[in-house]
């Protein structure tokens, strides 16, 4: 079992930045692949951004360029730096951890870009 807690989202401007981390605990951390996820009103939840346990990473093309997703295993924390942020950005992001056929998720954190 692990548990996720994400936070660092918010309110900001198009063209802003704004850093999300997610905190895992419960578990060993470095066993898992993680992911970044973001849902907007009204649409399906989509993949945004993974790193694999060696510090590979892989990225949705609407984010390529902008979002930067790594990882500290010292401190069970994934982070999600996004700049240049536009107005479609904005959703609830969820955090996702996977090892095997186990799965789990965050509550989400809110981000919303407008001016």
């Known amino acids: 079992q692990v548990q996720l807690v994400e936070s660092g989202g918010g309110l900001v401007q198009p063209g802003g930045s704004l850093r999300l981390s997610c905190a895992a605990s419960?578990?060993?951390?470095?066993?898992?692949?993680m992911n970044w996820y973001r849902q907007a009103p009204g649409k399906q939840r989509d993949s945004v951004a993974s790193i694999t346990t060696n510090g590979v990473t892989s990225y949705a093309d609407s984010v390529k360029g902008r979002f930067t997703i790594s990882r500290d295993n010292a401190k069970n924390t994934v982070y999600l730096q996004m700049n240049n942020l536009k107005p479609e950005d904005t959703a609830v992001y969820y955090c996702?951890?996977?090892?095997?056929?186990?799965?789990?998720w965050g509550q989400g954190t809110q981000v919303t870009v407008s001016s």
């Open positions: 419960g578990s060993i951390f470095s066993r898992y692949f």
């Open positions: 996702h951890a996977a090892y095997f056929t186990s799965h789990y």
